[in-house]
T-cell receptor, first 112, second 112 residues
Framework: KQEVTQIPAALSVPEGENLVLNCSFT??????LQWFRQDPGKGLTSLLL?????REQTSGRLNASLDKSSGRSTLYIAASQPGDSATYLC???????????FGTGTSLTVIP | ETGVTQTPRHLVMGMTNKKSLKCEQH?????MYWYKQSAKKPLELMFV???????ENNSVPSRFSPECPNSSHLFLHLHTLQPEDSALYLC???????????FGSGTRLTVV
């Protein structure tokens, strides 16, 4: 069974800092990987989707990379802002079936 | 709105009540999902529907009963729940396996 781990569980940074969130998965036979953002008590907002054949995806200040062979993905956030404060979740879709496996998330606080 | 609408947003119910959660997607997707999110735990997949057919049921207790009358609507019928069933219930949809999930805002369920 695929296991997804996100480290650190919580992160606090001053505004303006660049930061990296980490996601690792145990089975490299993945179809794609998706990063989400979740605000307290709310649903998940999709940030970036990386197909297994891709190395990275970019959207604005966000850049997600994927290294399938090592079972790792990173989410880079440039010039962090207080509005970036949220929990960031990584989810991996395996080659068989229709299920995403989720990590427990990294809770990010950006201090003004 | 994300294109996936969940109602109600909040629900408080007694252990002997019967209630239903509703999910509707306006994206033309062919798969819909129910996830449960409890504190400090990864999202747990409950049910998957592909083209209205249930394809996965992750050992969910029978007090949770899904219904998918068409590819745009998904229900979760609840009866005789337990306090430990209190959680955020999230609905998602996707188009095939090449694309990621789109989530609704969730229903916060409290069982008293």
């Amino acid at each position: 069974k695929q296991e997804v781990t996100q480290i650190p569980a919580a992160l606090s940074v001053p505004e303006g800092e660049n930061l990296v969130l980490n996601c690792s998965f145990t089975d490299s036979a993945i179809y794609n990987l998706q990063w989400f953002r979740q605000d307290p008590g709310k649903g998940l907002t999709s940030l970036l989707l990386i197909q297994s054949s891709q190395r990275e995806q970019t959207s604005g200040r966000l850049n997600a990379s994927l290294d399938k062979s090592s079972g790792r993905s990173t989410l880079y956030i440039a010039a962090s802002q207080p509005g970036d404060s949220a929990t960031y979740l990584c989810a991996v879709r395996v080659n068989t079936g229709n299920q995403f496996y989720f990590g427990t998330g990294t809770s990010l606080t950006v201090i003004p | 709105e994300t294109g996936v609408t969940q109602t109600p947003r909040h629900l408080v119910m007694g252990m002997t009540n019967k209630k239903s959660l509703k999910c509707e997607q306006h994206l033309g997707h062919n798969a819909m999902y129910w996830y449960k999110q409890s504190a400090k735990k990864p999202l747990e997949l409950m049910f998957v529907y592909n083209f209205k057919e249930q394809t996965e049921n992750n050992s969910v207790p029978s007090r949770f009963s899904p219904e998918c009358p068409n590819s745009s609507h998904l229900f979760l019928h609840l009866h005789t729940l337990q306090p430990e069933d209190s959680a955020l219930y999230l609905c998602a949809s996707s188009q095939d396996t090449e694309y990621g999930y789109t989530f609704g805002s969730g229903t916060r369920l409290t069982v008293v």
